[in-house]
């Protein structure tokens, strides 16, 4: 049977077929050919062999019985995940369509460069990012629009909720319907509330914001694929303070993950240019006339690893951390 796995949790699955759920767990085959695939290529391994999200093929010992085995995974359209700080990679949600990426108006405070780093693990992943800023009750929606006008004029959706006021819930709730979507920001933004009040009934646990630090507690633990009952389904995830960019090409740059570098990229003299030193950047000098914002510029240059003139590869960096350890070992 083909079904979709809608939980996961310490190599336990639940796969979603139709109206039923089957506990499942992951056929010792499939873990096998995993690690004599990565003794090839050498590549870091997943945390996970298999996600929330993933289309799999199961197979049950009788007709009635809810326990199963994860014979396959089918391939994935896209996934979005991170680098762990441990070099780990981690697919936290497979088979996206749409990112939603909630901040908070006030408490925690609006990080626009951890923004930056979710909209490019979006475009990266092609998956389709909304914005979405909560806590509208707390701020003058005038003040928090001048704010994201960059982005709203980039050509993101952006949408503005407060479950105080119920301000954007009814426009966020078409902007989900009939999709999959993952829910994703920082803990303390409103994610589990903001779900709750979308589809009353899902009794998320909601936790509060530390005030000494303005850091929520994180209330979600796992990733859960919840189904909507205006259509289509919602990951809930795990509050996440750092995200490692899991989708991006180092060979192929980071620039075209920025819409508006991507019309000046042809434009500069080299063609692995960097943006950063190099001689006849188009790019820089559209930042130096004003037409990119040179805080996003600025973001480029941290997410891409430049910093006061130097740059290091990420992928040289991972390279390195996986044969310091093989000598340990």
Avoid at 1 to 17: D, H, L, N, P, S
Avoid at 115 to 135: H, M, Q, Y
Wanted: charged share 30%; hydrophobic share 35%.
């Amino acid at each position: 049977m083909e079904g979709i796995v809608i939980k996961a949790r310490g190599g336990a699955y639940e796969v979603q077929v139709g109206d039923r759920c089957f506990a499942c767990t992951v056929r010792h085959h499939l873990i096998e050919e995993e690690k004599r695939r990565l003794d090839e290529t050498k590549e870091m391994p997943y945390v996970d062999l298999i996600a929330v999200g993933d289309r799999v093929r199961i197979s049950v010992s009788s007709p009635t019985d809810d326990n199963g085995y994860i014979e396959e995974r089918l391939p994935r359209e896209t996934q979005f995940g991170r680098i762990r700080m441990d070099g780990w990679r981690q697919v936290i949600v497979a088979n996206l369509e749409m990112l939603l990426i909630i901040f908070a108006a006030r408490h925690p405070t609006l990080k626009l460069r951890m923004l930056d780093r979710f909209l490019v693990t979006a475009e990266a992943s092609g998956v389709e990012p909304v914005i979405c800023i909560n806590k509208m009750d707390l701020a003058k929606l005038e003040n928090v629009r001048r704010e994201l006008k960059l982005y709203e004029e980039l050509g993101y959706k952006v949408v503005y909720t407060s479950i105080v006021t119920g301000l954007g819930v009814d426009e966020l709730r078409e902007t989900m319907r009939d999709k999959i979507s993952a829910i994703v920001g920082s803990s303390g933004v409103g994610k589990s509330s903001l779900l709750n009040a979308l589809q009353p009934g899902l009794q998320l646990r909601v936790g509060e914001v530390d005030e000494r630090i303005h850091k929520g507690r994180h209330t979600t633990t796992e990733v859960m694929l919840l189904p909507l009952a205006f259509g289509g389904f919602v990951a809930d995830t795990p509050g996440i303070r750092t995200l490692g960019l899991l989708e991006v090409d180092d060979e192929q740059g980071l620039d075209i993950y920025f819409p508006e570098m991507r019309p000046y990229i042809p434009e500069c003299k080299f063609a692995a240019c960097t943006h950063q030193h190099e001689p006849e950047c188009a790019v820089k000098n559209a930042v130096e006339s004003g037409i990119i914002n040179p805080l996003r510029y600025e973001s480029y240059l941290r997410i891409s690893g430049f910093k006061e003139g130097r740059y290091e590869r990420k992928s040289d960096k991972r390279r390195s951390d996986r044969n310091t350890r093989r000598r340990k070992r």
